[in-house]
C-alpha cells in the first residue's frame, strides 16, 4: 500500500465499516462509535499534558508548594536558542581610538580602533548575519548615515551602554548584548505595539479590553489583550492582591485584577517559569515571603518602563512606516523580547565580560546632557522605609544617558 495514501484508505475503511455495521449490527456499530469518540477524548486530554521526564527546583520553605517544575524535554530544545552567538576573540589595541581613525563615529569614539572593529564585527552576527555590514552601511561609503538602521543602531548602542551601568540591579553581571534581544534577526521577534482589543467598539464607545477572547500577550488565556500600556509603558499600579481574609480597604477592581494578571501570564510565559518563581502563592501580597526573584522582577519592570520611554518612543520617527505598528507606533520592549522564554536571557551566560564597550558610555562625553525623565519609581512594599533597600540600584538622581552629536529626528518627549 503507498504509504501516502494509507491514512486516506484506513479513513475510508473506518468509515466504510461503522455504515455497515450500523446497518447490520446497530448495537456493536454504536460501541464502535463510542469507543472511538472517547479514545479521541482521551487523546485530545492527553496531548495538553506535558512530557516527562519533569525537574523540580525547591525555591521556598517546605510545605509552602513554593516549587519551580521544568518541563525537561522542552528545555532541551529552548537550550540551542539561548546560547549565545557572534562572539569575536580579542584583538591587539590599534593604541588610538576609533574617532582617530574611521569617519563620522558618533558613539564608540573612546574604543580602540581595533576593537571597535571587533564590535562592528559582532554586532553584525548578532543582528544581521545573512546581510552582514551592509545591513546599516552604505559599503560604498561605510561613513554615510543614508540608510536608516545606522541611526537607529546607535541608539540601541547608546542603550545597551545605558542598561549595563544603570541596570545592573535587574540584568547583574551577565549584561546585555545586541543579540540579547535580536538573536540573528534584523527585528526583534517579540516585541509589541498597540493593537485594538479584539470584539466589540473601540474610543469613548468601546465595550471591552479584549477579555473573553484568547490573548498572546496573556499566554492565550481569556484575559485583558493589552497588559504592555499600562504597566511597561504608563506607570499604573500592579498591586491588587488584599493583605487580609475579609475586605479592608482594598478598593481594586475586578477589572484592575484581570489586567494584573494578564501582565502575570506575560511575565510566566516569557520567562517559562510559574507564580512560585516569585511568589510565595499562599501570601501574594507579603514581599518577605516571596522569592529574591520578585524584587529582580520589579527592577526589571521598572527598567521596561524607563527603556520604553525614554529610548524607543523617542526615536518612533527614525523607523519607516512598515516598521511601526497598526496605529503607527514604534516596537516596544516586553520582558520576552530579552528572555524568550528562559528565565535569564541565554540562562545567565555572562555576555558583555570582554566587550567592555557595552557596559559604559564611550561617546566622549560621559554621561550626557540629556536628562532623562522616568515614570514614577516607587519602592516596592518590602522596602518602604526599610532597612532592606539595596545599597545600589538605578540612580535616581540626575538620572541621564548618552546623547548623539547633531540633530536627530525624534517624536518628542515621552509621557510616563
Not at 190 to 219: C, I, K, M, R
Not at 222 to 239: E, G, M, R, V, W
Amino acid at each position: 500500500m503507498n504509504p501516502f495514501l494509507a491514512p486516506f484508505r484506513l479513513t475510508g475503511w473506518l468509515i466504510s465499516g461503522l455504515f455497515n455495521g450500523a446497518r447490520y449490527h446497530p448495537y456493536k456499530a454504536a460501541g464502535w462509535a463510542a469507543g472511538i469518540i472517547v479514545a479521541l477524548v482521551v487523546w485530545g486530554l492527553a496531548s495538553t499534558l506535558q512530557t516527562l521526564p519533569m525537574a523540580s527546583i525547591q525555591l521556598g520553605p517546605r510545605g509552602t508548594g513554593m516549587i519551580e517544575q521544568y518541563n525537561l524535554a522542552a528545555s532541551k530544545v529552548n537550550m540551542p536558542l539561548n546560547s549565545p552567538t557572534g562572539e569575536y576573540p580579542a584583538v591587539t589595541p590599534a593604541g588610538k581610538p576609533a574617532a582617530a581613525v574611521y569617519k563620522n563615529i558618533q558613539v564608540l569614539k573612546t574604543v580602540d580602533a581595533n576593537d571597535f572593529l571587533r564590535v562592528m564585527a559582532s554586532m553584525a552576527q548578532w543582528v544581521a548575519p545573512q546581510v552582514g555590514c551592509a545591513y546599516c552601511h552604505s559599503v560604498a561609503n561605510m561613513a554615510s548615515d543614508v540608510i536608516y538602521t545606522k541611526e537607529i543602531a546607535r541608539h540601541m548602542l547608546l542603550m545597551t551602554q545605558y542598561i549595563n551601568e544603570n541596570w545592573r540591579s535587574h540584568v547583574g553581571a551577565a549584561g546585555v548584548n545586541c543579540g540579547t534581544c535580536h538573536r540573528g534577526a534584523g527585528a526583534p521577534q517579540y516585541t509589541w505595539t498597540f493593537q485594538l482589543p479584539p470584539g466589540g467598539l473601540h474610543g469613548v464607545a468601546a465595550t471591552t479590553t479584549g477579555e473573553n477572547y484568547p490573548s498572546p500577550a496573556a499566554d492565550m488565556s481569556a484575559l485583558p489583550s493589552d497588559p504592555y500600556t499600562p504597566f511597561l509603558l504608563n506607570a499604573d499600579p500592579i498591586d491588587v492582591q488584599g493583605s487580609t481574609a475579609l475586605p479592608a480597604g482594598n478598593r481594586t477592581s475586578i477589572e484592575q485584577t484581570n489586567w494584573t494578571y494578564a501582565l502575570m501570564m506575560h511575565f510566566a510565559h516569557s520567562l517559562g517559569v510559574g507564580c512560585n518563581y516569585c511568589h510565595n502563592s499562599r501570601a501574594f501580597s507579603i514581599w518577605d515571603q516571596g522569592t529574591p526573584n520578585r524584587l529582580t522582577a520589579w527592577y526589571g519592570i521598572q527598567m521596561v518602563r524607563d527603556l520604553n520611554n525614554n529610548f524607543m518612543v523617542p526615536i518612533t520617527n527614525i523607523f519607516p512606516a512598515g516598521r511601526r505598528g497598526p496605529m503607527g507606533d514604534v516596537p516596544k520592549i516586553n520582558c520576552q523580547t530579552c528572555h524568550q522564554g528562559a528565565y535569564a536571557p541565554y540562562y545567565g551566560a555572562h555576555v558583555v565580560d570582554t566587550y567592555p564597550a557595552l557596559t559604559h558610555p564611550t561617546n566622549g562625553s560621559g554621561t550626557t546632557a540629556q536628562t532623562i525623565v522616568r515614570p514614577p519609581f516607587a519602592l516596592p512594599p518590602v522596602m518602604r522605609s526599610s532597612s532592606l533597600q539595596p545599597a545600589t540600584g538605578p540612580k535616581e538622581a540626575s538620572l541621564s544617558a548618552p546623547v548623539l552629536s547633531g540633530t536627530v529626528a525624534q517624536s518628542g518627549g515621552a509621557t510616563p
